[in-house]
């Protein structure tokens, strides 16, 4: 049963720290979408990338954030350093483009908490 | 900008009760995505409808695309406490790649 993976599962860290999410898509899969979810502004697209390459990162402060996808199996989200205000829900998921089907597969998440 | 709107927030409903939430885009959609979120977990996809004015349904779920490309409905028939969740819609713009765009979602609570 094909799952994207991603840890920390929870994370609770100090103002001011670097913290790193880590996301494994699904085998095969040429897409991968981070995603940062809070009560007050829902699901907001943070990072795309299709083919490793990023392809909308419009979403992202690119002051603090950065997204890379080292390889096919690997992509990662860092905050540096982290603010209260980043505490959230950040999901990662992945999907096949190019087959008319844009079915999105969410990982479990990393719940951040920033103090 | 390019949008799209979920109406309502929140619903409530009593058990056995139906339930209908809409989603509007500001801009022409190649293709509409149902997904359902449970408390405490991730989104999980439903359904995409493609075709103008196309109907599918899964057992008490029913989707809509309208003839214009430009909203959808779900409608659930006679609530189950399992529904609980939030739906959220996802439209796919095509710019120069397939944006996904999703809407604020629909917050259901079922009371037994």
């Known amino acids: 049963d094909a799952r994207v993976t991603q840890t920390p599962r929870h994370k609770v860290t100090e103002m001011g720290q670097e913290v790193t999410m880590r996301c494994q898509p699904i085998?095969?899969?040429?897409?991968v979408f981070w995603y940062r979810q809070t009560m007050m502004q829902g699901l907001e697209l943070l990072a795309y990338?299709?083919?490793?390459?990023?392809?909308?990162d419009s979403g992202m402060p690119k002051d603090r954030f950065s997204a890379e996808m080292p390889d096919a199996t690997l992509a990662t989200l860092k905050i540096q350093p982290s603010e209260p205000r980043d505490s959230a829900v950040y999901f990662c998921?992945?999907?096949?483009?190019?087959?008319?089907?844009?079915?999105?597969?969410f990982g479990p998440g990393t719940r951040l908490l920033v103090l | 900008g390019q949008q799209v709107m979920q109406i309502p927030q929140y619903q409530h409903v009593q058990e056995g009760e139906d339930f209908t939430t809409y989603c509007n885009s500001s801009?022409?959609?190649?293709?509409i995505q149902w997904y359902k979120q449970r408390p405490g977990g991730h989104p999980v996809f439903l359904i995409q409808?493609?075709?103008?004015?196309e109907v599918k349904k899964q057992k008490r779920l029913t989707f809509q695309f309208g003839e214009a490309k430009k909203n959808s409905s779900l409608h659930i028939t006679a609530t189950q406490t399992t529904d609980v969740g939030t739906y959220f819609c996802?439209?796919?713009?095509?710019?120069?790649?397939?944006?996904?765009?999703f809407g604020p979602g629909t917050s259901l609570s079922v009371i037994p």
């Open positions: 998921a992945s999907g096949l483009a190019g087959t008319g089907q844009e079915t999105q597969y």
């Open positions: 085998l095969g899969h040429n897409t």
């Open positions: 990338f299709r083919n490793r390459a990023p392809l909308d």
């Open positions: 801009t022409t959609l190649s293709n």
């Open positions: 409808l493609v075709k103008s004015g």
């Open positions: 996802a439209g796919t713009l095509k710019t120069s790649y397939d944006k996904v765009i």
